[in-house]
């Protein structure tokens, strides 16, 4: 699955012209949206749920109202191209030190 950089600060709207509110189910994964950004979501037990994900498992993106954001972990997390990239608020930033 592509990273969805590109999509940062960009409204999401279905093919029926509304804007998108809610999980997406894609070809190769899933997508959260929220008011029409992506964004992550809790679960019924108050779980993370990443605004992308991919059916493998393997690449899973956090987001934040529309931008790359995550402050526990990478907010870009590619299994299979080994990559981990750190974001706040939409801004790339180095890995926090241990």
């Known amino acids: 699955m592509e ?4 999509y940062q ?8 012209g509304m804007i998108a509110n809610g999980d997406y189910i894609l ?5 959260r949206t929220k008011q029409g950004y992506l964004c992550d979501s ?3 037990e108050n779980n993370i749920l990443p605004a992308v994900e991919s059916n493998d ?24 191209e080994n990559k981990e990239e750190w974001w706040l608020h939409g801004s790339r930033v180095l890995p926090k030190e241990s």
């Not at 990273?3 to 590109?6: A, I, N």
């Not at 600060?9 to 029926?16: C, F, G, I, K």
């Not at 070809?27 to 997508?31: E, K, L, Q």
């Not at 498992?57 to 299979?80: N, R």
């Open 9 to 16: 600060h960009l409204r999401l709207v279905t093919s029926e």
């Open 42 to 44: 809790l679960d019924e």
């Open 57 to 80: 498992g393997h690449h899973i993106e956090h987001w934040k109202d529309g931008e790359l954001h995550c402050e526990k972990e990478p907010a870009v997390i590619d299994v299979l």
């Open 3 to 6: 990273s969805l950089e590109s």
């Open 27 to 31: 070809d190769d994964g899933v997508i």
